[in-house]
């Protein structure tokens, strides 16, 4: 059994919402065997991953997955349950798997769930995947693996890409508010929300937060010096450069005093309630290897805290205390601490509610000040602090007391956040009691420390006391309830039409101000700016649409590829358009027919927000079957059919029930609403349409106007834009008409048996005769497919030039020229075939064949050859 590759898809897919890993395993010797030909396989495999009993498998309760081995079932099902289990024994909790047949006997793809925010490529999968194939043929082989080292490991390799506590409880706040979220790379950097709506936060930092209160509290002595100026209590203290500095200073205050550097954080290297000079001076040089400038301030006595505020409000508030450990009376302090880090709510820095509790230099020097070492056997119940500071970064704990605090204490804390400059601020108090009201002077209490960025996870799970949500009141303070996090966003698949409908609907979309971003087969825009010249019809794309501060509407295609090697690039739709489904990209990605391409397609339809709008195409009947898909129905859209007709009995029957449809009826293009009729525009006057002679871009037409009216576009709006949708500007490479000399040259995209069928049909309609074709196709097609829409072109046109393009998309050359005759003189003996070796022979060749005022047909794989080309010929756009 050997892993051939692994692939990730990160939006929603075909298999689930959720991110998914995809991994190709070919099982070799265990092909076509199962777990009942191997003698107490199932038996030795259960006690090594006890959590298997527990695997719902297809039987859709627990003990499901044991019993399917018991019964018999193949080792790729098996591979994929024990990588589950193996996952969710490093605390990497997914649930989703599914394994299906890849095409080849012994060939599978494994279907593997993924955590949201896990980096796409994170090596944790395939080290998961490839331990639990180990496992199945050790424990085949008759042998025990054993798992620690290897899951002590992977857990450790999961903990450093993982989102951090803070960030991660971020993520679910907005998630909870159905706000999008999406991590940057391998940082803990989130991206919220869409287009003039996103914004960005990193820990409990935002991108409002100011830069010059990070800054001042980053330095220490100037914040003290800000809040001193404020009226705020604050310790007295000085920086100095040296040991005898800081032991002048710790004479001039009296003592005790707290040492730390100047610029340093979570509590590293602080030493407090130091009243000796020999103190002083150890600790000095202790903080001087962190800063070389540091900080000598009085001891504030009394209890330390941490006060939380977002913007101008006290969110939460924990009382800290320093790393310890309570005696039993028998164990010793070394083994107590070993005991507390068996806790797994403790961890490595800052990936746990706790971090580990440590018994390094400071902590053995805290202990031998009370005649204690590791060694040391406290009585029952006797706690033994190993620490002066109370820092969770140092093992510390945390006690919510956020129903406590007194509002005098409150509008200090806005005081001191309000000087600093910081919409989330962490403010370390000492005082005797934080829930007793602030003397006139302030006495006994002081604002030690104010941190920017403050990490979250002592109010989200404190030791002790009630949780905060502080991560949702930062997420308010972002997105103040009721307000959007989102843009108007149109996603339009199909076979046929897709690029045109994207292009058409982002034009009638603008015409109502709206700065409109829009990802294509061509690229990427934003407004009439072309940001990414590409194939840009996937997720990336989407995201880079999505992710644009100036898009205010989105409409993005999206293709077969993108859905099947990606998934999707966003969350839900407002709108979803499904333009026609018919047979292309076969032999492509594993799909076989075109049930598959109407699984793929499907997808779109399905992520459609709750009461969004699904416009389908009522003169195909697969797209018609949408409408009743249980994953469509459950979002409870909103359907508008479109077609060519108003007689089309799923547009009658639509209206009949108070539905919304568009169609043509006596030359116009007309918007319906149960028995309300609209005339949006006279079908002639549909720009590009060839004086509405152009079916295709009727049909394409009636889909971009049901998307922008369902997105509030007023209906005079939308027809100014269609009347003004001028294709060589608008939709170029789209059925664009040119006129070289006395030949109309139309230009087209069309490259499968129903696209070719429809421009030739526009051809004799338009110029009454069949005309010539320069053909050529894409190699990545299957050759019966390449085939039928080679004998569609024979049909079409008598007089055909075939040529190749310069990508053969791992065709060998020659070989589709070979194809497309084959099907050229299948369908039509005696078509005339002329070869040409590129591009600019192929057009020479067919204007050599043309007859004055004869039409020319031009299938194009790249655009821009082409359009240097006709400028290189003279050739004038024709209206």
């Given at each position: ?14 298999y ?21 030909d ?13 959590g ?5 498998c297809?039987a ?7 019993g ?28 989703f ?5 890849a ?22 999968v ?14 085949l ?6 798992l ?11 903990g ?22 999406r ?18 936060v990193?820990a ?9 209160g ?15 100026e404020a009226?705020?209590p ?13 032991v002048?200073?710790f004479q ?27 103190e ?18 009085a ?6 805290h941490?006060?939380?505020v ?19 009376g ?33 902590e ?12 040391s056997?406290?009585a ?16 510390g ?6 129903d406590?605090v ?8 806005r005081?001191?956040?309000?000087t ?35 990490g ?38 199909g ?26 087969t061509?690229?990427?825009?934003v407004?009439?700016?072309?940001m990414y ?9 989407a ?9 205010e ?13 990606r ?30 391409l109407?699984e793929i397609?499907a ?27 249980p994953?469509?129905?459950?979002r ?6 479109f ?14 029930a ?17 028995r ?25 037409a009636?889909a971009?106007?049901?998307a ?9 709006l ?9 294709p ?5 490479g ?6 070289i ?12 048996p129903a696209?070719?069928a429809?421009v030739?049909?526009?051809?004799r309609?338009v ?6 074709a320069?053909?050529?196709l ?10 039928d ?5 024979a049909?079409?046109?008598d ?22 005759i084959?099907?050229l003189?299948?369908?039509r ?13 192929a057009v020479?060749?067919?204007l050599?064949?043309a007859v ?15 359009a240097?080309?006709?400028?290189t010929?003279?050739a004038?756009?024709?209206?």
């Open positions: 059994m050997h892993l051939d590759h692994l692939r990730w898809l990160g939006g929603p897919n075909l689930v919402s959720r991110p998914v890993a995809i991994a190709r395993i070919e099982l070799g010797e265990l092909t076509g065997r199962e777990t009942t191997f003698t107490g396989f199932a038996e030795r495999l259960a006690p090594l991953l006890p298997l009993a527990q695997h719902h297809s859709g309760r627990p003990g499901g997955f044991l399917a081995m018991a019964r018999g079932t193949y080792f790729g099902h098996v591979t994929e349950h024990v990588t589950l289990e193996l996952s969710a024994m490093i605390g990497r909790e997914v649930f798997g599914r394994t299906v047949w095409g080849a006997p012994g060939r599978y793809d494994v279907i593997l769930e993924c955590p949201r925010d896990e980096p796409a490529g994170a090596s944790v395939e080290d998961l995947l490839r331990l639990g194939m180990r496992t199945v043929t050790e424990v082989a008759g042998r025990t693996p054993v620690t080292a290897d899951l002590a490991a992977l857990a450790s390799t999961h450093q890409t993982r989102l951090g506590v803070s960030t991660a409880a971020l993520a679910t706040a907005a998630r909870r508010r159905g706000i999008p979220v991590r940057m790379g391998h940082l803990n950097l989130l991206q919220l929300g869409h287009g003039c709506h996103r914004r960005m990193w409990a930092m935002t991108d409002r937060t100011s830069a010059v990070m800054e001042t509290a980053a330095d220490k002595m100037l914040t003290k010096c800000l809040l001193e009226g705020l604050v310790p007295s203290g000085y920086v100095v450069g040296s040991a005898e500095e800081a002048g200073v001039d205050i009296g003592g005790p005093v707290v040492v730390k550097p100047l610029t340093g954080h979570h509590g590293e290297k602080v030493s407090i309630e130091l009243a000796d000079p020999a002083v001076v150890a600790a000095f040089r202790e903080a001087a290897t962190v800063c070389e400038d540091v900080l000598v301030e001891y504030v006595p009394g209890r330390d941490r006060v939380l977002v913007g101008d409000k006290v969110v939460a508030a924990a009382e800290l205390s320093p790393a310890r450990v309570t005696g039993d028998h164990s010793t302090i070394a083994e107590l601490v070993a005991v507390a880090n068996a806790d797994p709510t403790r961890g490595e820095g800052h990936d746990r509610p706790l971090t580990r509790l440590a018994l390094g230099d400071t053995l020097a805290h202990l031998g000040r009370h005649d204690l070492h590791p060694g056997v406290p029952a119940g006797e706690v033994v602090p190993l620490r002066r500071n109370a820092n969770l970064s140092t093992g704990t945390s006690r919510d007391v956020t406590r007194h509002p005098d204490v409150v509008l200090l804390c005081r001191v956040a309000a600093v400059g910081l919409d989330v601020c962490g403010i370390d108090l000492r005082l005797p009691d934080i829930g007793a009201p602030v003397p006139p002077d302030a006495g006994g209490i002081g604002v030690i420390e104010v941190n920017a960025s403050p979250l996870r002592m109010h989200l799970a404190p030791y002790e006391g009630r949780s905060r949500d502080v991560a949702a009141e930062i997420i308010d303070q972002m997105y103040p309830p009721g307000v959007t996090a989102r843009v108007p966003l149109v996603t339009v698949t076979t046929n039409g897709k690029t045109t409908t994207v292009r058409l609907a982002a034009h009638l979309l603008g015409q109502d101000g709206r700065r409109v971003g829009m990802c294509t061509e690229g990427v825009y407004g009439d700016d072309l010249k590409a194939d840009a019809s996937g997720p990336r794309s995201q880079m649409v999505l992710g644009n501060r100036t898009v509407t989105a409409v993005l295609e999206a293709a077969r590829g993108g859905i099947v090697r998934g999707l690039g966003y969350d839900r739709a407002d709108v979803a358009i499904i333009t026609n489904i018919t047979n292309d990209h076969l032999g492509v990605d594993d799909i076989v027919d075109v049930d598959d109407v397609k997808l779109v339809a399905e992520e459609i927000r709750v009461g969004g709008h699904v416009v389908l195409n009522a003169d195909d009947p697969r797209v018609v079957e949408f409408a009743a898909r994953a469509v129905l459950r409870k859209p909103v359907i508008r059919y077609a060519q007709s108003a007689a089309n009995p799923v547009i009658e029957r639509h209206l009949r108070n539905g919304v449809a568009y169609f043509t009826d006596d030359g116009w293009l007309v918007e319906a609403e149960g309300r009729r609209s005339a949006l525009l006279p079908v002639g006057e549909v720009a590009g349409s060839f004086g509405g002679r152009a079916d295709y871009m009727i049909a394409n009636l971009a106007a049901a922008a009216r369902a997105l509030g576009v007023p209906a005079s939308v027809t100014s834009g269609l009347r003004t949708f001028e060589h500007r608008c939709n170029p789209r059925g664009c008409s040119f006129r000399e006395e030949t109309p040259v139309v230009v087209d995209y069309a490259h499968n696209a070719v429809a030739g049909g526009l051809l309609r110029w009454g005769r069949e005309g010539v320069a053909v050529t894409p190699g990545d097609r299957c050759d019966d497919l390449v085939m829409t080679a004998r569609e072109v049909r079409c046109f007089r055909v030039v075939v040529y190749e393009d310069e990508d053969l998309r791992g065709r060998r050359s020659g070989e589709m020229t070979r194809l497309i084959d099907g003189t299948e369908t003996p005696d078509v005339r075939i002329h070869t040409a070796g590129d591009l600019k022979d020479g060749i067919a050599g064949l004055p005022g004869e039409p020319l047909l031009l299938l194009y794989e790249k655009l821009q050859p082409v240097d080309l006709l400028q010929l003279g004038t756009p024709a209206r």
